[in-house]
């Protein structure tokens, strides 16, 4: 009976991960499938489709904006979020309640709202939609993912060490650079592939902020979508996921960074 | 440290090392000192300012935009008739409810799905529970695009899962894509991964010797579960249903590429009103709308759960 129940338990999991992973798994097969149409019967192995990518310029430079914007955006939120974690926990006391909720606000307020927002607000200074705006939806939206990555550093991290750099003499901006900092750099580096990440493959956030000369990745291949679905796609898609997926198992890997605490 | 130093009172001075403190630097045993702490305190600036600057700021200026006219609703001055508007046409009530329903609905099967998910996955161990924690993270980081592409190529009638069933004469060719049903498999699929990992952070949380008293006690699996699991995983199962709800009503992937145009979300139509009909002042009474909703959906599920969670 307790087999049985095992089993069942076992084949219940499995399932929740084809359901949850199946799609991308399915996408990524499709991307090195030789048959014309997306999507077909498996019909043998080509790299066709991402040769094909070549032939458009329009990914590259979206993704090269991208790259941009994820790059600025995360060291800013990472940046941020460092000082905010540091005089969270230097404190040595639970958060208040409304400043923990200020912090996660970026979580709670639908990203295309926050689009909205930004649409509207860079309108008043005349800027409307470009680079500049993009960066700093982006960094709102990487704040509470960074934060919570250095949050789970300062749970390890011991204060007393900087007081004992202190007491040896050194200033605050040397116990950071010699204590502090090196001892968070993990979640650091974390907190800052996360948010590359998050915001790289990104749509809803950038959704009225693109323009004619800066439009990102997602935008690029959503336009993409509307008009036909080819196993190119796919195949760009795959790239996005692979990139994703080695940067999370080499942070798991190497850098013992675990998402949840 | 001597007694009756209190937190706050200015003990530097006896300390031979407080010269070299700097600001916020002080020893957390003799607790903050005034004056210092606040230096610290300003450490959370940086990040106060952005939140401020790039969506407090900007969220009143839609809040004020969406009293506005517009080109549907001519006035001379600001009021409240765009949200009267959008309550109290049929075509724009229809599409609040809607947004409403399948946040509820994704909510309610996500949520199950999910706890049974949690219980089991910390019975698995070392590298395997790493693995499995960071697979729930993958789609996540793998992004939208690439999920919403997979549901697109699945869920066809003669897409790669249906396509069989039909073709052997099971099953009559089921239209899924452009129906709630294509928006909700897919947002379960999105929202699933939250909801275990959020869950799975409170279950395992729940000290083993609970565990051991109850067995001791004589207390089978189910009863364990009954008394100690549940019980103490209401609070997970609360912020759970919050994420959840949140997520699914604030989505605009999943509806906008498998629902089609005929079922629009609050979500979508504010991407419609931006960029197809360009109401600005609508499209912010629709913000607003949702922010609204979102968390009136909050304070209904901390009032609906309070009773269960114990202090």
Same mark, same amino acid.
Request: charged share 10%; glycine share 8%; aromatic share 10%.
């Given at each position: 009976?307790?087999?049985? *129940?095992?089993?069942?338990?076992?084949?219940?999991?499995?399932?929740?991960?084809?359901?949850?992973?199946?799609?991308?798994?399915?996408?990524?097969?499709?991307?090195?499938?030789?048959?014309?149409?997306?999507?077909?019967?498996?019909? @043998?192995?080509?790299?066709?489709?991402?040769?094909?990518? &070549?032939?458009?310029?329009?990914?590259?430079?979206?993704?090269?904006?991208?790259?941009?914007?994820?790059?600025?955006?995360?060291?800013?939120?990472?940046?941020?979020?460092?000082?905010?974690?540091?005089?969270?926990?230097?404190?040595?006391?639970?958060?208040?309640?409304?400043?923990?909720?200020?912090?996660?606000?970026?979580?709670?307020? =639908?990203?295309?709202?926050?689009?909205?927002?930004?649409?509207?607000?860079?309108?008043?200074?005349?800027?409307?939609?470009?680079?500049?705006?993009?960066?700093?939806?982006?960094?709102?939206?990487?704040?509470?993912?960074?934060?919570?990555?250095?949050?789970? @550093?300062?749970?390890?991290?011991?204060?007393?060490?900087?007081?004992?750099?202190?007491?040896?003499? *050194?200033?605050?901006?040397?116990?950071?650079?010699?204590? +502090?900092?090196?001892?968070?750099?993990?979640?650091?580096?974390?907190?800052?592939?996360?948010? #590359?990440?998050?915001?790289?493959?990104?749509?809803?956030?950038?959704?009225?902020?693109?323009?004619?000369?800066?439009?990102?990745?997602?935008?690029?291949? #959503?336009?993409?979508?509307?008009?036909?679905?080819?196993?190119?796609?796919?195949?760009?898609?795959?790239?996005?996921?692979?990139?994703?997926?080695?940067?999370?198992?080499?942070?798991?890997?190497?850098? !013992?960074?675990?998402?949840?605490? | 440290?001597?007694?009756?130093?209190?937190?706050?009172?200015?003990?530097?001075?006896?300390?031979?090392?407080?010269?070299?403190?700097?600001?916020?630097?002080?020893?957390?045993?003799?607790?903050?000192? !005034?004056?210092?702490?606040?230096?610290?305190?300003?450490?959370?600036?940086?990040?106060?300012?952005?939140?401020?600057?790039?969506?407090?700021?900007?969220?009143?200026?839609?809040?004020?935009?969406?009293?506005? =006219?517009?080109?549907?609703?001519?006035?001379?001055?600001?009021?409240?008739?765009?949200? +009267?508007?959008?309550?109290?046409? =049929?075509?724009?009530? !229809?599409?609040?409810?809607?947004?409403?329903?399948?946040?509820?609905?994704?909510?309610?099967?996500?949520?199950?799905?999910?706890?049974?998910? *949690?219980?089991?996955?910390?019975?698995?161990? @070392?590298?395997?529970?790493?693995?499995?924690?960071?697979?729930?993270?993958?789609?996540?980081?793998?992004?939208?695009?690439?999920?919403?592409?997979?549901?697109?190529?699945?869920?066809?009638?003669?897409?790669?899962?249906?396509?069989?069933?039909?073709?052997? @004469?099971?099953?009559? =060719?089921?239209?899924?894509?452009?129906?709630?049903?294509?928006?909700?498999?897919?947002?379960?699929?999105?929202?699933?991964?939250?909801?275990?990992? +959020?869950?799975?952070?409170?279950? !395992?949380?729940?000290?083993?010797?609970?565990?051991?008293?109850?067995?001791?006690?004589?207390?089978?699996?189910?009863?364990?579960?009954?008394?100690? +699991?549940?019980?103490?995983?209401?609070?997970?199962?609360?912020?759970?249903?919050?994420?959840?709800?949140?997520?699914?009503?604030?989505?605009?992937?999943?509806?906008?590429?498998?629902?089609?145009?005929?079922?629009?979300?609050?979500?979508?139509?504010?991407?419609?009103?931006? &960029?197809?009909?360009?109401?600005?002042?609508? *499209?912010?009474?629709?913000?607003?709308?949702?922010?609204?909703?979102?968390?009136?959906?909050?304070?209904?599920?901390?009032?609906?759960?309070?009773?269960?969670?114990?202090?």
């Amino acid at each position: 009976m307790k087999r049985v *129940a095992t089993a069942a338990g076992w084949t219940y999991l499995t399932a929740v991960y084809v359901f949850v992973i199946g799609p991308v798994v399915f996408v990524a097969a499709e991307s090195v499938n030789s048959a014309k149409a997306f999507p077909s019967a498996f019909a @043998g192995v080509t790299l066709h489709w991402y040769q094909a990518i &070549l032939a458009h310029p329009e990914f590259f430079s979206a993704a090269w904006t991208s790259t941009l914007i994820a790059a600025v955006s995360s060291a800013v939120a990472t940046a941020a979020a460092f000082t905010a974690g540091y005089a969270l926990r230097r404190r040595g006391r639970q958060e208040s309640a409304v400043l923990s909720t200020l912090l996660a606000s970026p979580l709670l307020v =639908p990203q295309i709202v926050i689009s909205l927002a930004m649409l509207q607000f860079a309108g008043l200074f005349g800027l409307g939609a470009g680079f500049a705006s993009l960066i700093a939806v982006h960094t709102i939206h990487g704040l509470p993912f960074a934060l919570r990555l250095v949050l789970t @550093g300062f749970a390890r991290f011991n204060f007393s060490l900087e007081d004992a750099s202190f007491s040896l003499g *050194a200033g605050r901006v040397t116990t950071w650079r010699e204590v +502090t900092l090196p001892l968070l750099r993990p979640n650091l580096i974390a907190g800052f592939t996360f948010c #590359f990440i998050l915001s790289f493959v990104n749509l809803p956030i950038s959704l009225f902020l693109t323009d004619a000369q800066t439009t990102t990745l997602p935008l690029v291949m #959503f336009a993409y979508i509307e008009s036909r679905i080819d196993p190119m796609l796919a195949a760009v898609a795959t790239v996005v996921v692979v990139v994703a997926g080695i940067a999370t198992l080499v942070l798991e890997r190497y850098l !013992k960074i675990r998402l949840v605490e | 440290m001597p007694d009756g130093i209190e937190a706050g009172d200015v003990v530097v001075a006896d300390v031979p090392w407080a010269s070299h403190a700097s600001p916020g630097g002080v020893d957390s045993r003799i607790g903050p000192l !005034k004056g210092r702490r606040d230096v610290t305190r300003l450490l959370l600036a940086p990040s106060l300012v952005l939140l401020g600057l790039f969506l407090g700021i900007p969220l009143i200026v839609v809040l004020v935009a969406s009293f506005q =006219p517009n080109v549907l609703i001519p006035r001379d001055s600001a009021g409240l008739y765009n949200y +009267t508007y959008l309550i109290a046409q =049929p075509y724009y009530a !229809k599409i609040l409810v809607r947004t409403i329903w399948l946040g509820i609905v994704a909510t309610i099967v996500t949520l199950p799905l999910g706890y049974a998910a *949690a219980l089991l996955l910390p019975r698995l161990r @070392g590298r395997l529970a790493n693995m499995a924690v960071m697979g729930l993270t993958f789609p996540i980081l793998a992004g939208p695009l690439v999920v919403i592409l997979g549901w697109m190529a699945l869920l066809p009638a003669h897409g790669p899962l249906f396509g069989p069933l039909v073709r052997w @004469g099971l099953i009559a =060719p089921p239209r899924i894509i452009g129906t709630d049903t294509a928006v909700l498999i897919s947002l379960v699929q999105f929202m699933l991964p939250f909801a275990i990992l +959020t869950l799975y952070t409170t279950i !395992k949380q729940i000290p083993h010797e609970l565990y051991e008293a109850a067995e001791s006690l004589g207390a089978g699996p189910l009863r364990e579960f009954r008394d100690v +699991t549940l019980p103490l995983s209401m609070p997970g199962v609360l912020s759970t249903s919050i994420i959840l709800f949140s997520l699914g009503a604030s989505s605009y992937i999943s509806p906008h590429y498998l629902g089609g145009a005929a079922n629009l979300t609050l979500t979508t139509l504010i991407g419609q009103f931006i &960029l197809a009909t360009y109401n600005n002042a609508l *499209a912010s009474a629709a913000a607003i709308l949702l922010l609204l909703i979102m968390v009136l959906c909050m304070v209904g599920l901390v009032l609906l759960f309070r009773p269960l969670i114990r202090p």
